[in-house]
């Protein structure tokens, strides 16, 4: 959606729910029990990979996504970025940019279920999805919740019952930034049967993933389809991580959609533009103890390198870039790049590449927050390996900062702790009591703890 729509929108919903929020205690909250969720190992470690949304908007077609997925292939699955994703409006021939078209043609089947648009993808997304696994990649799409409107108009069927579109649907259930679809009553019947014949189509397809818009705001109405979505993937016969958009996700539901989904963005549409960048920080932080196996707050896409249909590259400075990746990977979010990979120049690859801090997002464990002075944020996690300890510093203030940090509050105090700069991938002195880092704005040192 148009970004400053859905600012706008997040923003009024937020002020709403101010006071309702208040009793919330993270404290008094278990992190929900994986055992129970019945889709162990589908995202034990944080997804990695590609989303057409930053770079191509509604646009991309068939020979654009495999340019930018033999790219993928040969230069990021190296490093583990294996989730190749067509993002919104692939179901409609004359999508043209970043604002959605009231009313548009969208290619349907005769059971209300999308179809990849033939100009775009004149050989469908079972044959592209094909190409995408010989590469080595998983397949992913998005989908908005719901029945498309244009099926409600046309009362097509709903696959192997007697029901059709205008038994299921719910027209008083809309989403407010794209007027495709309505919301299914989950309470009709055929309503499940609907999502059923949905997801066991993209299944035919070879789909690995998919990512579902339009569910995580407002939660409270929308849990019944986040609920469908997870049932109908479970009779499809093929496993499919779910993904849910946009944010921001209400902590209120923190107990439910770990259950349910393994992934789910806790914001809006995250961009270049540092004060987004900085608002993470409190949300990666509050959503930190629902953080693990299957089990991932998604703090968006990265925006790096060329963006926005290609009209310009990432507005981030280097240092701002640096943060974002040392943040996303301390706090294990699922890094999704985001920019044109066809101009993917050699300082985005090593900042997407380097393995020291790949395995910081892919295999740490017990990462944490740290309170920390004013301008300032501290993360801390272990390594898989159990020795020695990652601490990340960062500098949100808008002038260089010298960050001291108390060893002991590590337990290395009174030992020599060795030091390495994850990011330079180098040795620094070894430090005793207190490590003092000087850092510019924005910016962040990620390293490596051993005593």
């Given at each position: 959606?148009?970004?400053?729509?859905?600012?706008?929108?997040?923003?009024?919903?937020t002020?709403?729910?101010?006071?309702?929020?208040?009793?919330?205690?993270l404290?008094?909250?278990?992190?929900?029990?994986?055992?129970?969720?019945?889709?162990?190992g589908l995202?034990?470690?944080?997804?990695?990979?590609?989303?057409?949304?930053?770079?191509?908007?509604?646009?991309?077609?068939?020979?654009?996504?495999?340019?930018?997925?033999?790219?993928?292939?040969?230069?990021?699955?190296?490093?583990?970025y294996?989730?190749?994703?067509?993002?919104?409006?692939?179901?409609?021939?004359?999508?043209?940019?970043?604002?959605?078209?009231?009313?548009?043609?969208?290619?349907m089947?005769?059971?209300?279920?999308?179809?990849?648009?033939?100009?775009?993808?004149?050989?469908?997304?079972?044959?592209?999805?094909?190409?995408i696994?010989?590469?080595?990649?998983?397949?992913?799409?998005?989908?908005?919740?719901?029945i498309?409107?244009?099926?409600?108009?046309?009362?097509?069927?709903?696959?192997?019952?007697?029901?059709?579109?205008?038994?299921?649907?719910?027209?008083?259930s809309?989403?407010?930034?794209?007027?495709?679809?309505?919301?299914?009553?989950?309470?009709?019947?055929?309503?499940?049967?609907?999502?059923?014949?949905?997801?066991?189509?993209?299944?035919?397809?070879?789909?690995?993933?998919?990512?579902?818009?339009?569910?995580?705001?407002?939660?409270?109405?929308?849990w019944?389809?986040v609920?469908a979505?997870?049932?109908?993937?479970?009779?499809?016969?093929?496993?499919?991580?779910?993904?849910?958009?946009?944010?921001?996700?209400?902590?209120?539901?923190?107990?439910?959609?770990?259950?349910?989904?393994?992934?789910?963005?806790?914001?809006?549409?995250?961009?270049?533009?540092?004060?987004?960048?900085?608002?993470?920080?409190?949300?990666?932080e509050?959503?930190?103890?629902?953080?693990?196996?299957?089990?991932?707050?998604?703090?968006?896409?990265?925006?790096?390198?060329?963006?926005?249909?290609?009209?310009?590259?990432?507005?981030?400075?280097?240092?701002?870039?640096?943060?974002?990746?040392s943040?996303w990977s301390?706090?294990?979010?699922?890094?999704?790049?985001?920019?044109d990979?066809?101009h993917?120049?050699p300082?985005?690859?090593?900042?997407?590449?380097?393995?020291?801090?790949?395995?910081?997002?892919?295999?740490?464990?017990?990462?944490?927050?740290?309170?920390?002075?004013?301008?300032?944020?501290?993360?801390?996690?272990?390594?898989?390996?159990?020795?020695?300890q990652?601490?990340?510093?960062?500098?949100?203030?808008?002038?260089?900062?010298?960050?001291?940090?108390?060893?002991?509050?590590?337990?290395?105090?009174?030992?020599?702790?060795?030091?390495?700069?994850?990011?330079?991938?180098?040795?620094?002195?070894?430090?005793?009591?207190?490590?003092?880092?000087?850092?510019?704005?924005?910016?962040?040192?990620?390293?490596?703890?051993?005593?």
């Amino acid at each position: 959606m148009a970004d400053s729509t859905r600012r706008a929108l997040l923003a009024a919903a937020t002020l709403t729910g101010l006071v309702s929020l208040a009793p919330f205690s993270l404290a008094s909250t278990a992190r929900p029990s994986k055992a129970s969720k019945g889709k162990a190992g589908l995202a034990p470690t944080p997804p990695m990979g590609w989303n057409s949304w930053n770079s191509f908007a509604t646009t991309i077609n068939e020979a654009q996504a495999l340019e930018n997925a033999r790219i993928m292939a040969d230069k990021l699955l190296p490093s583990g970025y294996n989730v190749f994703t067509v993002d919104i409006q692939w179901y409609e021939p004359n999508a043209n940019s970043y604002t959605y078209r009231d009313n548009a043609e969208l290619s349907m089947d005769e059971y209300g279920r999308l179809l990849p648009a033939p100009n775009r993808f004149p050989r469908g997304f079972a044959a592209l999805a094909n190409d995408i696994h010989k590469m080595g990649m998983k397949f992913g799409i998005h989908l908005m919740r719901g029945i498309p409107r244009q099926a409600v108009k046309r009362n097509t069927k709903i696959l192997g019952t007697p029901y059709r579109a205008q038994d299921i649907a719910n027209v008083n259930s809309i989403c407010e930034w794209n007027g495709d679809m309505y919301g299914v009553d989950m309470t009709k019947p055929g309503a499940q049967a609907y999502y059923d014949s949905v997801f066991k189509l993209y299944a035919s397809w070879g789909v690995d993933f998919i990512k579902m818009d339009d569910m995580s705001r407002p939660y409270a109405l929308n849990w019944p389809e986040v609920e469908a979505a997870h049932r109908a993937i479970g009779a499809a016969g093929r496993p499919m991580i779910l993904s849910l958009s946009p944010g921001e996700m209400d902590l209120r539901w923190a107990g439910h959609v770990p259950r349910y989904a393994q992934m789910w963005r806790i914001s809006d549409d995250f961009w270049d533009e540092w004060k987004l960048l900085k608002d993470q920080f409190d949300r990666l932080e509050n959503w930190n103890p629902f953080m693990g196996p299957d089990s991932w707050p998604d703090a968006d896409m990265l925006p790096l390198g060329r963006l926005a249909l290609g009209e310009r590259d990432t507005k981030f400075t280097r240092d701002e870039q640096q943060t974002l990746m040392s943040l996303w990977s301390i706090a294990r979010s699922p890094l999704i790049m985001g920019g044109d990979l066809r101009h993917l120049d050699p300082w985005t690859l090593g900042l997407l590449t380097n393995p020291e801090v790949l395995a910081v997002n892919q295999r740490s464990a017990a990462n944490r927050p740290h309170k920390a002075e004013p301008g300032t944020r501290i993360w801390s996690a272990r390594p898989a390996d159990g020795k020695g300890q990652y601490l990340a510093l960062f500098n949100t203030a808008d002038q260089p900062a010298e960050i001291a940090f108390d060893l002991s509050r590590l337990d290395l105090g009174g030992k020599r702790v060795a030091c390495r700069d994850l990011w330079a991938r180098r040795d620094l002195p070894a430090v005793t009591g207190t490590l003092r880092q000087t850092v510019p704005a924005h910016g962040s040192v990620l390293l490596h703890l051993t005593a």
